[in-house]
């Protein structure tokens, strides 16, 4: 009977979870009395790891209180107290899950005693018996490998946490850049943050799942020990070596006959792709009961498909969806392949384009993981722990035109457009780490030490795709005779260059003090990171022709200059020393230290209290630009290449856990304090490259530069273009007086003063490290029919977010017309070549064109309410259900792989400078989970399992904004005024073609919003930010394992097949279990503005108030409702037709030893 | 006691939750309409083409006007009501209002077949026209149903663009390959392998384009042209004074405006009561006025393959601001061989007219098209 309880006991912590306290291990605490409740101090306990043999001891304190940290998750474990006079007590089959402090109380029984039974605290409290303060979810190696999982990602089960966001990685509506992820105490966050998981960018995982022994997510910590996030800290485990020699090989696959081929009943066939998974893992010991070995090895490979749209290969073949440009007499194929013929003969070329089909695409992932335990002595627990992931993904090339508009049609794959295979590229993410960590048990018990050492290095690089090397030769876009790109090749222009390597260094010590009623812990946290990012866009050049014939001309005409790019840009070094001497090459740290106190003097009542301090410190001096740095933009200067000030920011904190009645059938736990996190080094390292010292940028359209200083004719030229040699020292940086190169446009020589900074990125003086406020709730309740009962309220305020600005963007001028919403100055001509600022212009200074500050803001919170249930009827049968409620706002979206990129893209009301408190862009307010897994073995060698995942949730919210910019702030992502009426809308109809009337188009329009829900319920209002919500998704998953053992002297072996079917609900109605997007979220597009009607006065040309042209006006905006195609957008909504939106399965064989 | 603390605790938790979860922030909308919604602007359609069906004008989709058919024209404007007034952005006019032309029954046909005749604002967009409230508009509907869709596209060796040949309706040539027996062939071009019958002809031309054939320049990239019959809009008055594109009478007398659009007329002469409009491309009726207006392809619309605005421009216009007074003149075009009449039109004192020459030299449908302006 205890046993079966125990057992229950300890797999119900697993579902609801602990109070993670360390990251890697566990620990034990309790209490030893005797059978009158009196304190026995002095008393042995020893824990036994039984796989392992690995023993822990300590013994009580005067206040019969023991405490024993440091302990291997998992088990089981044998915990056994021993004092003289008294009879010896074991309690058995106990298991530690992450984090957790498993407290055990004992009383003893004199030898003399003869009792009928001897009890422990612990058997009859086993459901609530945790020292759990905030919130957190733990998912252990069965669950792991139990549940659902498509891609053998560890995401699929951190999603399980009720606070969870809808797909991104986000928890509790907090950006996931603020995550923290840590395997065995270790940093391998992407702490630069291009995207919030290392080998995310080649859409790899950084760690095998069968590497793994537990994951959990801890929302709100009130432990000082636990730092460096203001989301979640996300803790993985890697699997340990034991006594017996346990592993498995494994193999999974999936392709495109096994997902759904229809959407909505409508045949919608996948393309073909192959998907392959496999590896090992194998771990034992090297000396018995002291010292283990766990190894793992995985590959993952997928081939897809980069052309859906092959080449049409002549004109007798049907359009189709072929790759062709619109007109029917065209011959692609002969042209391509000419083309190709004559890069590869033209004896000033000789460039090799590559191919144009029949071209795969590759993702691919190694990992590896090798780890030692090593049991020094019952008092010393040493784990060294390696991995390696090498994962890489062959990438489109990016359609962005980088400093200016990219090629109209982009240069992805369409029936317009064709990319030779040199312009695409593999992102390689490359991750190695180590750690070390030492467990250490003073003085009996009495102290403790615990030291973790790692280092992670991640190696970010680029390639051509299929692994090739970078040619040195620009890119060409040539147009074709639709207007769209026809035809792209030379390399990716964001290409070449690219790297960015990390390095985080991390050295956290914890020193534990067991005093009477007191548990005081002392310690420091301290990472050192260092950066070497080289980002060099365009700086081969782009060029752009408006045809084939102009490209020949260009390339082969050396002496005239009629044959011209219709444009050419490009980035030059301004600096000494080329593309690397451009390195953002800095290094940072973050040096913490903490103190906290464990009280427990209170009966049934533990209290933690304690402060965290962190000093983000920047190591690397930068440099100045003298020349940006004496502007004044309405008094404020700007400060490139300054750091901010160096302030501690500090984190108190205070957590309790109270047992209101003593039996541990009702646990009230919460606290408060403050979390410090990173910021994504990205944003900090804008400021250290865009300073406008480093490059030069020169676009030209159409505008002769065929002829540079020399008096030659300027042509195409396979080799990139750079600042000539015969330039003057002047023409290049000077980096020690902060002097930006003096040079307005390189191509004509034109030298003496600087050129326009299209961009510059810097850092407020006192810019702080995001910090929050959170505070939690919750209470735990067992019910009845053994039933846990969980509410639980997480309320967290922003007190540093991140904030943007454009610290040159000039104050609204005017309130825009017929709306009422800040109207700004606009810009005339081209921003970055015209430098006089006129009357209204909306750039302060004309020497800068965007001057971004990153700035902080007190604004912003989450609260999140959370109510659970959960049953465990034995340890092969669990279900857990949960539905969260969350709320979330934010200033401005808290992702974004750059801070230019966040700024660019900020839906706003009053401006870009002031976005104003609004849903956060990572918000779910509805979610339910729920979960559950059943296990039965039979017929002696027979064992089948269920999975079963459930996530009901709300759509991903997003904005009805305008395209365009009618707010004129530089942005064009302005919020939409909902319309009641006709009269509040000036309607235009969408062009030439457009044969509605002007009352059609309303009436379309006013059909719109009544079908939408947001739209229709706030007429009459402006739309707020990511206020509108896509419909609620369904996604029922299941797995299902089918083993076939032998026990051969006492050790299973196991033959595993498995089927992980992911979104059921879409296998049998290929329209359910859909993710709906919206259609058109840009709503309404921007015309222009009406000119106020002055009778006799010509207005459409110019402002007669001023006589200038460009002025912004006093007219109402004109916007089109366009059609979608050619028939009115009448729904808000379609479905996600890719692969993901549908049912797949995935297969897998599995051999378990 | 405990319990009392630790509710406390709870209950300011909530507390500060709420007063600290306030709500986004936004301005009070003012959609008040600023505008009057009496703008308007007056149109007026001519249907110059010799072989368009009967045509009736559409703005912003609504039909306004009488129909007009081949060779005929509306005779006075329409005021048309706009719904908003001239937008720009970043000092540029942008499109607003949509123009077309519908076959009073059944479909245009020719190259445009069972399709709109829409106004484009560029040669390579399907942009709107911008209306200007108050301003005045003319619209001659030009060119043959079959003018043919100007052609970019991959030459014979597999790559560059083509240049669009002008069309005449057809031509005669030589046999080269019988010299002497001098037969005579017709061959029609204006078919859109019209390239191909180019090259042709330089091949059997000792590789010179024949001079009948003229290149008029590349089609623009993305070009929107369709071919068929098109727009000739003539902005005729804005409010402002200085944009005055018709001609000022002086006292007592009326004012001429002649439009050449006839596409093979050549060059013409316009007589009211005997009296020249004078022929001429760059009249300044003011003289203080730097007024211009050519009939050059930009006017066309969309002007891709259209005639040059040479001296020899088949398409002219000229002015005469100083006619007799009021009274019932005739009005005669000489063209070449060819003369139209109008006869007994009513003029009257302070009146500004356009006379346009409609129809095809070539086919004998010339015409004669007035319209008064005031």
């Given at each position: 009977?205890?046993?079966?309880?125990?057992?229950?006991?300890?797999?119900?912590?697993?579902?609801?979870?602990?109070?993670?306290?360390?990251?890697?291990?566990?620990?034990?605490?309790?209490?030893?009395?005797?059978?009158?409740?009196?304190?026995?101090?002095?008393?042995?306990?020893?824990?036994?790891?039984?796989?392992?043999?690995?023993?822990?001891?300590?013994?009580?304190?005067?206040?019969?209180?023991?405490?024993?940290?440091?302990?291997?998750?998992?088990?089981?474990?044998?915990?056994?107290?021993?004092?003289?006079?008294?009879?010896?007590?074991?309690?058995?089959?106990?298991?530690?899950?992450?984090?957790?402090?498993?407290?055990?109380?004992?009383?003893?029984?004199?030898?003399?005693?003869?009792?009928?039974?001897?009890?422990?605290?612990?058997?009859?409290?086993?459901?609530?018996?945790?020292?759990?303060?905030?919130?957190?979810?733990?998912?252990?190696?069965?669950?792991?490998?139990?549940?659902?999982?498509?891609?053998?990602?560890?995401?699929?089960?951190?999603?399980?946490?009720?606070?969870?966001?809808?797909?991104?990685?986000?928890?509790?509506?907090?950006?996931?850049?603020?995550?923290?992820?840590?395997?065995?105490?270790?940093?391998?966050?992407?702490?630069?943050?291009?995207?919030?998981?290392?080998?995310?960018?080649?859409?790899?995982?950084?760690?095998?799942?069968?590497?793994?022994?537990?994951?959990?997510?801890?929302?709100?910590?009130?432990?000082?020990?636990?730092?460096?996030?203001?989301?979640?800290?996300?803790?993985?485990?890697?699997?340990?070596?034991?006594?017996?020699?346990?592993?498995?090989?494994?193999?999974?696959?999936?392709?495109?006959?096994?997902?759904?081929?229809?959407?909505?009943?409508?045949?919608?066939?996948?393309?073909?792709?192959?998907?392959?998974?496999?590896?090992?893992?194998?771990?034992?010991?090297?000396?018995?009961?002291?010292?283990?070995?766990?190894?793992?090895?995985?590959?993952?490979?997928?081939?897809?498909?980069?052309?859906?749209?092959?080449?049409?290969?002549?004109?007798?073949?049907?359009?189709?969806?072929?790759?062709?440009?619109?007109?029917?007499?065209?011959?692609?194929?002969?042209?391509?392949?000419?083309?190709?013929?004559?890069?590869?003969?033209?004896?000033?070329?000789?460039?090799?384009?590559?191919?144009?089909?029949?071209?795969?695409?590759?993702?691919?992932?190694?990992?590896?993981?090798?780890?030692?335990?090593?049991?020094?002595?019952?008092?010393?627990?040493?784990?060294?722990?390696?991995?390696?992931?090498?994962?890489?993904?062959?990438?489109?090339?990016?359609?962005?035109?980088?400093?200016?508009?990219?090629?109209?049609?982009?240069?992805?794959?369409?029936?317009?457009?064709?990319?030779?295979?040199?312009?695409?590229?593999?992102?390689?993410?490359?991750?190695?780490?180590?750690?070390?960590?030492?467990?250490?048990?003073?003085?009996?018990?009495?102290?403790?030490?615990?030291?973790?050492?790692?280092?992670?290095?991640?190696?970010?690089?680029?390639?051509?795709?299929?692994?090739?090397?970078?040619?040195?030769?620009?890119?060409?876009?040539?147009?074709?005779?639709?207007?769209?790109?026809?035809?792209?090749?030379?390399?990716?222009?964001?290409?070449?260059?690219?790297?960015?390597?990390?390095?985080?260094?991390?050295?956290?010590?914890?020193?534990?003090?067991?005093?009477?009623?007191?548990?005081?812990?002392?310690?420091?946290?301290?990472?050192?990171?260092?950066?070497?990012?080289?980002?060099?866009?365009?700086?081969?050049?782009?060029?752009?022709?408006?045809?084939?014939?102009?490209?020949?001309?260009?390339?082969?005409?050396?002496?005239?200059?009629?044959?011209?790019?219709?444009?050419?840009?490009?980035?030059?070094?301004?600096?000494?020393?080329?593309?690397?001497?451009?390195?953002?090459?800095?290094?940072?740290?973050?040096?913490?230290?903490?103190?906290?106190?464990?009280?427990?003097?209170?009966?049934?009542?533990?209290?933690?209290?304690?402060?965290?301090?962190?000093?983000?410190?920047?190591?690397?001096?930068?440099?100045?630009?003298?020349?940006?740095?004496?502007?004044?933009?309405?008094?404020?200067?700007?400060?490139?290449?300054?750091?901010?000030?160096?302030?501690?920011?500090?984190?108190?904190?205070?957590?309790?856990?109270?047992?209101?009645?003593?039996?541990?059938?009702?646990?009230?736990?919460?606290?408060?304090?403050?979390?410090?996190?990173?910021?994504?080094?990205?944003?900090?390292?804008?400021?250290?490259?865009?300073?406008?010292?480093?490059?030069?940028?020169?676009?030209?359209?159409?505008?002769?530069?065929?002829?540079?200083?020399?008096?030659?004719?300027?042509?195409?030229?396979?080799?990139?273009?750079?600042?000539?040699?015969?330039?003057?020292?002047?023409?290049?940086?000077?980096?020690?007086?902060?002097?930006?190169?003096?040079?307005?446009?390189?191509?004509?020589?034109?030298?003496?003063?600087?050129?326009?900074?299209?961009?510059?990125?810097?850092?407020?003086?006192?810019?702080?490290?995001?910090?929050?406020?959170?505070?939690?709730?919750?209470?735990?309740?067992?019910?009845?029919?053994?039933?846990?009962?969980?509410?639980?309220?997480?309320?967290?305020?922003?007190?540093?977010?991140?904030?943007?600005?454009?610290?040159?963007?000039?104050?609204?001028?005017?309130?825009?017309?017929?709306?009422?919403?800040?109207?700004?100055?606009?810009?005339?001509?081209?921003?970055?070549?015209?430098?006089?600022?006129?009357?209204?212009?909306?750039?302060?200074?004309?020497?800068?064109?965007?001057?971004?500050?990153?700035?902080?803001?007190?604004?912003?919170?989450?609260?999140?309410?959370?109510?659970?249930?959960?049953?465990?009827?034995?340890?092969?049968?669990?279900?857990?259900?949960?539905?969260?409620?969350?709320?979330?706002?934010?200033?401005?979206?808290?992702?974004?792989?750059?801070?230019?990129?966040?700024?660019?893209?900020?839906?706003?009301?009053?401006?870009?400078?002031?976005?104003?408190?609004?849903?956060?862009?990572?918000?779910?307010?509805?979610?339910?989970?729920?979960?559950?897994?059943?296990?039965?073995?039979?017929?002696?060698?027979?064992?089948?399992?269920?999975?079963?995942?459930?996530?009901?949730?709300?759509?991903?919210?997003?904005?009805?904004?305008?395209?365009?910019?009618?707010?004129?702030?530089?942005?064009?992502?302005?919020?939409?005024?909902?319309?009641?009426?006709?009269?509040?809308?000036?309607?235009?109809?969408?062009?030439?073609?457009?044969?509605?009337?002007?009352?059609?188009?309303?009436?379309?329009?006013?059909?719109?919003?009544?079908?939408?829900?947001?739209?229709?319920?706030?007429?009459?209002?402006?739309?707020?930010?990511?206020?509108?919500?896509?419909?609620?998704?369904?996604?029922?998953?299941?797995?299902?394992?089918?083993?076939?053992?032998?026990?051969?002297?006492?050790?299973?072996?196991?033959?595993?097949?498995?089927?992980?079917?992911?979104?059921?609900?879409?296998?049998?109605?290929?329209?359910?279990?859909?993710?709906?997007?919206?259609?058109?979220?840009?709503?309404?597009?921007?015309?222009?503005?009406?000119?106020?009607?002055?009778?006799?006065?010509?207005?459409?040309?110019?402002?007669?108030?001023?006589?200038?042209?460009?002025?912004?006006?006093?007219?109402?905006?004109?916007?089109?409702?366009?059609?979608?195609?050619?028939?009115?957008?009448?729904?808000?909504?379609?479905?996600?037709?890719?692969?993901?939106?549908?049912?797949?399965?995935?297969?897998?064989?599995?051999?378990?030893? | 006691?405990?319990?009392?603390?630790?509710?406390?605790?709870?209950?300011?938790?909530?507390?500060?939750?709420?007063?600290?979860?306030?709500?986004?922030?936004?301005?009070?909308?003012?959609?008040?309409?600023?505008?009057?919604?009496?703008?308007?602007?007056?149109f007026l359609l001519i249907n110059a083409s010799?072989?368009a069906?009967?045509l009736?004008m559409?703005?912003?989709?609504?039909?306004?006007?009488?129909?007009v058919?081949?060779?005929?024209g509306?005779?006075?404007?329409?005021?048309?009501?706009?719904?908003?007034?001239?937008?720009?952005?970043?000092?540029?006019?942008?499109?607003?209002?949509?123009i077309?032309a519908?076959?009073?029954?059944?479909?245009?046909?020719?190259?445009?077949?069972?399709?709109?005749l829409i106004f484009r604002a560029?040669n390579?967009?399907?942009?709107?026209f911008?209306?200007?409230?108050?301003?005045?508009y003319t619209l001659i509907v030009v060119d043959s149903?079959?003018r043919?869709?100007?052609?970019?596209?991959?030459?014979?060796?597999?790559?560059?663009?083509?240049?669009?040949?002008?069309?005449?309706?057809?031509?005669?040539?030589?046999?080269?390959?019988?010299?002497?027996?001098?037969?005579?062939?017709?061959?029609?071009?204006?078919?859109?392998?019209?390239?191909?019958?180019?090259?042709?002809?330089?091949?059997?031309?000792?590789?010179?384009?024949?001079?009948?054939?003229?290149?008029?320049?590349?089609?623009?990239?993305?070009?929107?042209d369709?071919?068929g019959v098109r727009f000739l809009l003539i902005t005729d008055?804005?409010?402002?004074?200085?944009?005055?594109r018709?001609?000022?009478?002086?006292?007592?007398?009326?004012?001429?405006r002649f439009v050449n659009a006839s596409p093979?007329?050549?060059?013409?002469?316009?007589?009211?009561?005997?009296?020249?409009?004078?022929?001429?491309?760059?009249?300044?009726?003011?003289?203080?006025?730097?007024?211009?207006y050519p009939m050059t392809q930009a006017n066309f619309n969309p002007s891709v393959g259209s005639r040059g605005g040479?001296?020899?421009s088949p398409v002219t216009a000229?002015?005469?601001?100083?006619?007799?007074?009021?009274?019932?003149?005739?009005?005669?075009?000489?063209?070449?061989?060819?003369?139209?009449?109008?006869?007994?039109?009513?003029?009257?004192?302070?009146?500004?007219?356009t006379?346009v020459l409609t129809?095809?030299?070539?086919?004998?449908?010339?015409?004669?098209a007035?319209v008064?302006?005031?």
């Open positions: 009977m205890r046993k079966h309880l125990l057992t229950t006991f300890a797999v119900l912590l697993m579902c609801l979870g602990a109070w993670a306290q360390g990251v890697t291990t566990a620990s034990l605490s309790g209490k030893i009395s005797d059978q009158k409740g009196e304190p026995l101090p002095g008393t042995n306990i020893v824990a036994t790891h039984l796989p392992s043999g690995t023993t822990y001891g300590t013994t009580s304190l005067a206040d019969g209180r023991y405490f024993i940290p440091g302990m291997r998750i998992g088990g089981p474990y044998t915990v056994k107290v021993s004092f003289i006079g008294y009879k010896e007590q074991a309690q058995e089959n106990l298991s530690l899950e992450l984090g957790q402090t498993l407290v055990l109380d004992f009383k003893l029984a004199d030898e003399t005693t003869q009792l009928q039974e001897v009890t422990v605290s612990a058997v009859k409290d086993p459901i609530l018996n945790s020292d759990k303060m905030g919130a957190s979810s733990n998912f252990n190696v069965n669950q792991i490998q139990r549940l659902p999982s498509i891609g053998r990602d560890f995401r699929d089960f951190t999603s399980l946490t009720p606070q969870a966001g809808g797909s991104s990685f986000s928890f509790g509506g907090r950006s996931n850049l603020y995550n923290n992820l840590t395997i065995d105490g270790a940093t391998v966050n992407n702490v630069f943050g291009l995207n919030p998981l290392p080998a995310g960018q080649s859409n790899s995982t950084p760690f095998s799942l069968d590497a793994i022994q537990e994951v959990s997510v801890s929302l709100s910590p009130y432990d000082v020990r636990q730092g460096n996030f203001t989301g979640a800290g996300i803790s993985a485990v890697t699997r340990s070596g034991n006594n017996e020699v346990q592993g498995s090989v494994y193999y999974f696959f999936r392709n495109e006959s096994m997902a759904g081929s229809k959407v909505q009943g409508q045949s919608s066939p996948i393309p073909s792709f192959n998907y392959n998974n496999y590896g090992f893992r194998l771990g034992g010991p090297i000396i018995k009961n002291k010292l283990f070995f766990f190894v793992n090895a995985e590959f993952e490979k997928r081939t897809d498909p980069f052309y859906t749209n092959s080449v049409r290969p002549s004109k007798s073949t049907p359009i189709g969806s072929l790759y062709t440009q619109a007109t029917d007499d065209n011959d692609p194929e002969t042209g391509i392949a000419g083309l190709k013929s004559f890069l590869l003969n033209n004896s000033n070329l000789n460039y090799d384009p590559g191919v144009y089909k029949n071209f795969n695409r590759a993702t691919e992932s190694q990992r590896y993981v090798v780890r030692f335990d090593y049991n020094i002595n019952q008092n010393n627990k040493l784990t060294l722990r390696g991995n390696i992931t090498n994962a890489f993904q062959d990438q489109f090339p990016s359609g962005s035109g980088g400093f200016v508009s990219g090629p109209p049609g982009g240069r992805g794959n369409s029936v317009n457009v064709l990319s030779f295979s040199s312009s695409f590229y593999r992102i390689n993410n490359n991750q190695y780490s180590v750690t070390a960590e030492l467990n250490t048990t003073l003085r009996g018990g009495k102290m403790s030490n615990n030291l973790v050492i790692g280092y992670s290095a991640f190696r970010d690089f680029r390639q051509n795709a299929g692994g090739l090397a970078i040619p040195n030769f620009p890119m060409v876009d040539i147009l074709g005779p639709n207007g769209q790109t026809m035809v792209t090749f030379g390399p990716d222009p964001f290409t070449p260059n690219n790297k960015l390597d990390q390095d985080v260094t991390q050295i956290n010590d914890n020193f534990n003090i067991y005093l009477k009623n007191h548990q005081v812990t002392i310690g420091t946290a301290n990472e050192l990171y260092s950066f070497n990012n080289v980002f060099t866009q365009v700086i081969n050049g782009v060029y752009r022709y408006n045809s084939l014939a102009d490209f020949y001309a260009d390339a082969t005409a050396t002496t005239t200059a009629t044959a011209r790019p219709s444009q050419y840009t490009t980035q030059y070094v301004a600096v000494q020393g080329g593309p690397s001497a451009t390195a953002a090459k800095w290094s940072a740290a973050t040096l913490g230290g903490f103190l906290q106190d464990e009280y427990t003097g209170i009966k049934n009542l533990k209290i933690t209290g304690g402060v965290r301090v962190d000093v983000p410190i920047y190591l690397t001096d930068l440099p100045k630009n003298n020349y940006l740095n004496a502007i004044d933009l309405n008094g404020e200067k700007l400060r490139v290449g300054a750091w901010p000030t160096i302030r501690p920011l500090f984190s108190p904190r205070i957590g309790f856990n109270w047992d209101v009645k003593g039996d541990r059938s009702l646990q009230v736990r919460g606290g408060t304090g403050i979390l410090t996190g990173r910021v994504p080094f990205v944003w900090l390292s804008n400021a250290v490259s865009n300073n406008g010292l480093f490059f030069g940028q020169f676009n030209s359209t159409n505008v002769p530069f065929d002829l540079t200083g020399d008096g030659l004719p300027y042509n195409f030229s396979g080799t990139p273009y750079a600042l000539p040699k015969d330039a003057p020292a002047s023409a290049y940086a000077d980096l020690a007086k902060g002097m930006p190169p003096m040079i307005t446009n390189p191509l004509d020589r034109n030298y003496g003063r600087p050129s326009i900074v299209p961009a510059v990125n810097t850092i407020a003086k006192d810019f702080k490290f995001p910090q929050v406020w959170r505070s939690s709730l919750a209470v735990d309740k067992q019910l009845p029919y053994g039933i846990v009962g969980t509410l639980e309220f997480i309320y967290t305020k922003d007190i540093n977010a991140v904030f943007l600005r454009d610290a040159n963007l000039a104050p609204a001028t005017a309130t825009l017309n017929g709306d009422g919403r800040p109207l700004y100055g606009a810009v005339p001509g081209n921003a970055n070549l015209d430098r006089a600022i006129l009357s209204n212009d909306r750039r302060i200074n004309g020497d800068i064109g965007q001057a971004l500050v990153l700035d902080n803001t007190n604004k912003g919170y989450q609260w999140s309410i959370t109510a659970q249930l959960s049953k465990t009827f034995d340890k092969n049968f669990q279900v857990s259900a949960a539905y969260t409620y969350t709320d979330a706002r934010e200033i401005n979206p808290q992702n974004g792989s750059t801070a230019g990129g966040i700024f660019s893209s900020q839906a706003s009301l009053l401006g870009a400078n002031n976005p104003g408190l609004s849903y956060a862009n990572t918000l779910t307010p509805h979610r339910v989970i729920a979960y559950g897994t059943y296990r039965k073995e039979y017929a002696k060698n027979f064992a089948s399992t269920v999975g079963l995942t459930y996530e009901g949730r709300s759509g991903n919210n997003f904005s009805y904004l305008y395209s365009g910019d009618p707010n004129s702030d530089g942005v064009s992502a302005d919020l939409i005024y909902i319309p009641r009426s006709q009269d509040e809308i000036a309607l235009t109809t969408s062009g030439a073609t457009d044969t509605r009337t002007i009352a059609q188009v309303w009436q379309q329009l006013d059909n719109y919003i009544k079908q939408d829900d947001y739209l229709n319920s706030h007429r009459g209002e402006y739309a707020k930010r990511s206020g509108a919500i896509s419909p609620w998704v369904n996604r029922l998953s299941l797995s299902f394992l089918q083993d076939f053992y032998v026990d051969v002297k006492g050790h299973r072996n196991t033959i595993q097949l498995s089927a992980n079917l992911i979104n059921v609900l879409n296998l049998f109605d290929s329209g359910s279990g859909l993710i709906q997007n919206p259609i058109r979220s840009n709503l309404l597009r921007f015309v222009g503005y009406e000119q106020p009607h002055v009778a006799g006065v010509a207005t459409n040309s110019i402002d007669p108030s001023t006589g200038s042209a460009w002025a912004p006006t006093k007219g109402r905006p004109v916007y089109a409702f366009d059609l979608n195609g050619s028939t009115p957008l009448t729904s808000s909504f379609a479905p996600d037709t890719s692969v993901n939106g549908r049912w797949q399965l995935q297969l897998g064989v599995r051999y378990i030893f | 006691m405990n319990r009392n603390k630790f509710i406390h605790i709870g209950l300011i938790a909530v507390l500060f939750a709420a007063v600290a979860c306030e709500d986004n922030q936004s301005p009070t909308p003012k959609t008040t309409n600023t505008n009057p919604l009496t703008l308007s602007a007056n010799q072989d069906p009967s009736d559409y703005v912003d989709n609504v039909k306004y006007g009488n129909s058919s081949g060779t005929t509306q005779s006075l404007y329409t005021p048309i009501p706009l719904t908003i007034n001239a937008p720009t952005i970043n000092g540029s006019a942008v499109a607003s209002t949509n077309r519908k076959a009073s029954s059944g479909s245009i046909g020719g190259v445009v077949g069972s399709s709109d560029g390579n967009n399907s942009n709107n911008t209306a200007v409230s108050g301003g005045s149903l079959n043919p869709k100007p052609l970019r596209t991959l030459n014979s060796s597999g790559f560059g663009d083509v240049t669009y040949y002008s069309s005449v309706s057809s031509f005669t040539a030589k046999k080269i390959s019988d010299a002497s027996a001098d037969t005579v062939i017709q061959l029609s071009v204006g078919s859109s392998n019209s390239v191909d019958l180019a090259n042709l002809l330089k091949k059997y031309n000792g590789g010179n384009l024949p001079s009948f054939l003229v290149p008029i320049g590349t089609v623009p990239l993305g070009s929107t369709v071919g008055e804005l409010p402002l004074p200085s944009s005055t018709l001609p000022i009478p002086t006292a007592g007398k009326f004012a001429v093979d007329a050549g060059t013409v002469n316009c007589k009211i009561n005997g009296v020249s409009v004078i022929n001429g491309l760059n009249y300044s009726s003011t003289g203080t006025v730097g007024f211009s040479s001296a020899t000229g002015f005469k601001n100083d006619f007799a007074a009021a009274g019932s003149y005739d009005i005669s075009v000489v063209a070449g061989a060819k003369t139209v009449t109008s006869n007994a039109q009513t003029f009257v004192s302070g009146g500004i007219y006379v129809g095809s030299f070539s086919k004998n449908t010339l015409a004669i007035l008064q302006h005031k």
